[in-house]
């Protein structure tokens, strides 16, 4: 099956700084990446969707300049948040494949 | 009216029956339909996934998806306590010129020893 890797596994910084999470596809090329965020007790919410060499289309209500995201090559998906706040802390999860996760990046802010 | 719904729970079962997920869907252009299982602090991880009318089995896991109905279902026969988990229903369709996957909310199942 497909294999996605995430780092880091969890972060904690304070508020104001910025987080680069990196979802990588291990054992194929991926063209296309999602990433989703869970906040405690609710569902997955897919955030934007990451195109390798274009823009990453992003959902309704989701910030493009906030939440940053660059598919520079075939195996790699990177999601900035910048300014964070504690509001952003949650559960950050990157797809390379449908139905095929990664582990998850837990992200708080202080 | 949410695009996929599935009862919150707790569903609580004893070990060794059988548990039933429900999950409906909005949209009559979803192409596939998944199902995961989610363990508290964890990653979703794949369970099986259907796209035609009509049950598949896996293992313990029989899915069951009616595209009239607009309903896909998630069997688990001989349940285990170590099946307690979130399940998350799935529904992949074409938005944007691409298709995404959109979640349910997820029924908590809690299979007593």
């Known amino acids: 099956g497909a294999v996605v890797s995430q780092h880091p596994s969890w972060v904690i910084c304070k508020s104001g700084t910025s987080v680069k999470i990196e979802c990588r596809s291990l054992?194929?090329?991926?063209?296309?990446m999602f990433w989703y965020r869970q906040f405690p007790k609710q569902s997955l919410m897919l955030m934007a969707t990451?195109?390798?060499?274009?823009?990453?289309?992003?959902e309704q209500g989701v910030e493009k300049d906030k939440f940053l995201i660059n598919h520079a090559s075939l195996t790699l998906s990177t999601l900035t948040v910048t300014s964070a706040h504690p509001e952003d802390s949650s559960f950050y999860i990157c797809?390379?494949?449908?139905?095929?996760f990664g582990p998850g990046t837990r992200l708080t802010v202080l | 009216q949410k695009e996929v719904e599935q009862n919150s729970g707790p569903l609580s079962v004893p070990e060794g029956a059988i548990a039933s997920l429900n999950c409906t869907y909005s949209?009559?252009?979803?192409?596939?339909f998944f199902w995961y299982r989610q363990y508290s602090g964890k990653s979703p991880e794949l369970i099986m996934f259907?796209?035609?009318?009509g049950d598949k089995e896996d293992g313990r896991f029989t899915a069951q998806l009616n595209k009239a109905s607009q309903y896909v279902s998630l069997l688990i026969r001989d349940s285990q306590p170590s099946d307690s988990a979130t399940y998350l229903c799935?529904?992949?369709?074409?938005?944007?010129?691409?298709?995404?996957?959109?979640f349910g909310s997820g029924t908590r199942l809690l299979v007593r020893p």
């Open positions: 259907i796209y035609s009318n």
């Open positions: 949209d009559r252009g979803s192409q596939s």
């Open positions: 797809s390379a494949r449908i139905g095929h």
């Open positions: 990451s195109n390798e060499g274009s823009k990453a289309t992003y």
């Open positions: 799935a529904v992949n369709r074409m938005m944007d010129s691409s298709y995404k996957l959109i």
């Open positions: 054992d194929f090329q991926a063209t296309t």
